[in-house]
């Protein structure tokens, strides 16, 4: 049974940068039928997927026009799991985030989600 | 591509059927078409992918359907457990999801 454990702080301060890991258990990072996304939801902007990161022969990682440029996708083969990595946090980055599995276009799996306050 | 669900909310009673909605601002694969249910306090969890395909482990009251701009999630009887929000979302190179269908008890 595949799960995706998620782990990082819930508060981090304006300007700083947002850092969560995605453990995964029962799948590859590697795999190349599946990606691994991190997907964020709150009230204001209900889920929004931030980016995702995906083996086909080579590492790839595609993120959404909203953050691209803050934000980094990265996977780590030697612990099995994958981050996310957003840059110059503000208020509006405060949400709960997910990571999520993609398998035949669909999000499949979903972490538990890890509740993300912005706040000095 | 914009998702716009409806009705933001259905009141209806246990036993009863529920139809929710979702239309997309462009003609859309069915292939890239799914729908999620979220309780409160936990992550959506998957329902429908490929606007048809039940997931697994997901029971037959939960059907979906549609084509081209429309899609449709059915629940032919409500349960208990089915009072939740739905989303549906769409899968290409920047997904998006609907804003949610609230289904609460009448």
């Known amino acids: 049974q595949v799960q995706v454990q998620q782990s990082g702080p819930g508060l981090v301060k304006p300007s700083q940068t947002l850092s969560l890991t995605c453990a995964i258990v029962?799948?590859?990072?590697?795999?190349?039928?599946?990606?691994w996304n991190w997907i964020r939801q709150s009230p204001s902007r209900g889920l929004e997927w931030l980016g995702k990161t995906y083996y086909r022969s080579k590492w790839h990682s595609d993120y959404a026009v909203s953050v691209r440029g803050r934000i980094s996708i990265d996977p780590d083969t030697s612990k099995n799991q994958f981050s996310l990595q957003l840059n110059s946090v503000t208020p509006e980055d405060t949400a709960v985030y997910y990571c999520?599995?993609?398998?035949?276009?669909?999000?499949?799996?979903w972490g538990q989600g890890t509740a993300v306050t912005v706040s000095s | 591509i914009v998702l716009t669900q409806s009705p933001g909310i259905l009141s209806l009673s246990p036993g009863e059927r529920a139809t929710l909605s979702c239309r997309a601002s462009q003609s859309v694969s069915t292939t890239y078409l799914a729908w999620s249910q979220q309780k409160p306090g936990q992550a959506p969890r998957l329902l429908i992918y490929g606007a048809s395909n039940r997931a697994t482990g997901i029971p037959d009251r939960f059907s979906g359907s549609g084509s081209g701009t429309d899609f449709t999630l059915t629940i032919s009887r409500l349960e208990l457990e089915d009072f939740a929000v739905y989303y549906c979302h769409h899968y290409d190179n920047s997904p998006t999801f609907g804003q949610g269908t609230r289904v609460e008890i009448k």
């Open positions: 999520v599995r993609d398998h035949l276009w669909a999000f499949d799996i």
């Open positions: 029962g799948d590859s990072v590697s795999s190349r039928s599946v990606a």
